[in-house]
């Protein structure tokens, strides 16, 4: 497999660490189960834009191994999250924006957090808002696929009243 120096990093990390767990020193545990359950999502995605949009989502493999990590990885006094940030720096057109998309769908709806928040944030709000743009027409995709996803947050889905939130931009 090819990857660059900082990925082949992470991944010997990963592994290291795979074999600290459950030192008392080591405050961090990997949850498998979590990081099943969040690439699994990626099955309810499509593609919001360009000449795919509707298409069922095709995570790519370096980027669902970031995700695998990311999400699996806990710490043992509270359970919350080892990473909290990840910093992904790849070349145009290697869909940057869409795997974003998914992750703040996966942060607004799939994380059990109290009151979730996405921010997009760019050097320029044209850019910021090509992201909301995108993850608000995948929530809508997944509420049109799953119209309890809608009654539960309150979107409202073709035919009904408008007395619902709307996702706005």
């Known amino acids: 497999i090819i990857a660059g120096k900082w990925i082949r990093l992470a991944m010997e990390r990963h ?59 806990r710490r043992t006094d509270n359970d919350g999250k080892r990473f909290r940030k990840v910093y992904c720096k790849v070349g145009r057109g290697n869909a940057k924006t869409a795997n974003l998309v998914t992750i703040g769908v996966i942060g607004f709806l799939f994380d059990n957090a109290t009151d979730p928040e996405v921010y997009w944030i760019a050097t320029k709000k044209d850019q910021a808002k090509i992201g909301w743009d995108r993850q608000r027409t995948m929530m809508k995709m997944l509420v049109s696929d799953f119209p309890e996803l809608g009654q539960m947050l309150n979107i409202p889905t073709k035919g009904q009243k408008k007395k619902f939130i709307k996702i706005t931009g």
């Open 15 to 73: 592994k290291r660490d795979l074999t600290r767990v459950g030192d008392p020193a080591f405050p961090y545990y990997f949850d498998e189960n979590e990081a099943r359950r969040v690439l699994a999502l990626y099955d309810l995605f499509k593609f919001s834009k360009g000449k795919e949009t509707g298409q069922p989502f095709d995570i790519m493999p370096w980027f669902a191994a970031l995700v695998y990590m990311a999400y699996g990885w």
